[in-house]
């Protein structure tokens, strides 16, 4: 097949395929594993919570971390690719199929008592089922069927935002565009509205809808091969995602902004050490993410944010300390733990609801029962992430790859 993106994107300097990178497998391994920790906390180890809460947020140090992974690795994809297409047909199969497993897995819970839905996701099922499928549900008011996939909503975001900048050809300018979503959590985050167009039953839907709707021109306008459509592709795209992190996020806009701009920090990162741009200043725009975002939570943030305003350096600590050892040899089973990272991070508040609602009040239970009782559930994680990954993720990894392959020159 012809490839579809047009003769433009031929200009833009396509790095050599990489094997892939142990130190990022690393990174993916220790937010996938720290992200555990943070929701093990509720249902097996209340103490610790009221011991480490009120300073650290370790499940926002370990999605931190994952921005980064993602902002590094995603449009390096595209790019080396050279095809919209095949990026695309390579997200859905990387993301959907496991997706589909882990919203399945959730719904029969709900189905047999163990976690009620959210009484949003029974009475508006059709801005539900829509939203879900968008992956923008948290962008669009829609509660989520598994507390972990609002992550998810920002990282289609992102790809959405990538794919707009690739196609106008200003996707070099990602240190420009990290430390603007940086300002903009500082400057604008504490009055920018939220759920500002998804208010009710009927605005949600309507909102809903109109996304669909928009994205998909916007995706038909920039696979397409005449150079006007695909210009207003990507200013469609651009535009509603912009819209939806501004005004219509269920989290604080600040919050939003900032993990935008620490997505294109990781981008930026990426083209200073593929010497792509100008090493000092695209650092020194990344680099002033973070502190962005610390000041947007001590600003913006209710009362004195510690727990964001500590996790967020620490992840950054964390990622620049893969950076630094990345020519060092990562040990099997840590790259290993870093490849089935997405199944772990689906699949963990499955089994952490099951634990749930074994035990009522898990301070009144015997501390060695809860810690043989967390060994356990921590190896069922693995061995279900490890059969997701051998029949789901990897038999769809590699057919999204034959497909992608086609729109490919």
Request: aromatic fraction near 10%; hydrophobic fraction near 55%; charge should be positive.
């Amino acid at each position: 097949m012809a490839n579809s993106t047009g003769t433009r994107e031929t200009l833009a300097r396509v790095p050599p395929r990489e094997s892939r990178l142990g130190w990022l497998d690393a990174l993916r391994a220790v937010a996938a594993l720290v992200v555990v920790y943070e929701h093990a906390l509720n249902p097996l180890y209340p103490e610790l919570r009221a011991v480490t809460g009120p300073w650290f947020d370790a499940g926002i140090y370990g999605v931190m971390v994952f921005f980064l992974v993602s902002g590094y690795v995603i449009p390096a994809s595209l790019e080396r690719r050279g095809s919209v297409a095949g990026f695309w047909a390579g997200r859905f199969f990387r993301l959907y199929p496991l997706w589909a497993v882990a919203v399945a897995a959730a719904l029969l819970l709900a189905v047999s008592g163990v976690d009620p839905m959210h009484v949003w996701l029974t009475d508006r099922p059709t801005s539900a089922v829509l939203g879900h499928l968008t992956m923008l549900q948290d962008l669009l008011n829609v509660p989520n069927v598994l507390n972990v996939l609002w992550t998810l909503s920002y990282e289609m975001a992102f790809y959405l935002l990538v794919t707009a900048l690739y196609v106008a050809g200003v996707h070099r300018r990602s240190a420009e565009v990290a430390f603007g979503f940086g300002a903009a959590a500082v400057l604008l985050g504490g009055v920018l509205p939220s759920v500002l167009l998804s208010r009710g039953a009927g605005a949600t839907l309507g909102t809903v809808l109109a996304v669909i709707a928009l994205v998909g021109c916007g995706l038909a306008g920039v696979l397409s091969g005449r150079p006007g459509a695909r210009r207003a592709g990507a200013l469609v795209l651009g535009v509603v995602v912009l819209g939806l992190i501004l005004v219509n996020g269920r989290i604080p806009a600040w919050q939003s902004l900032t993990i935008l701009a620490t997505m294109f920090a990781g981008t930026a990162l990426y083209r200073v050490r593929d010497g792509q741009v100008a090493p000092w200043r695209a650092a020194a725009l990344a680099g002033s993410v973070p502190v962005a975002a610390v000041a947007a939570a001590l600003w913006h943030g209710d009362g004195v944010p510690w727990p964001w305003v500590s996790a967020v350096p620490a992840a950054w600590a964390t990622f620049a300390a893969g950076m630094l050892l990345a020519r060092r040899r990562v040990p099997a089973w840590w790259a290993w733990l870093g490849m089935v990272s997405y199944s772990v991070y689906l699949l963990h508040p499955i089994l952490l609801e099951i634990v749930d609602g074994l035990l009522a009040d898990p301070a009144a239970v015997a501390w060695p029962y809860r810690a043989g009782l967390g060994v356990v559930v921590l190896g069922a994680l693995l061995g279900c992430a490890a059969l997701t990954y051998r029949l789901v993720e990897a038999p769809a990894q590699r057919a999204g790859k034959r497909i992608a392959a086609r729109f490919v020159k």
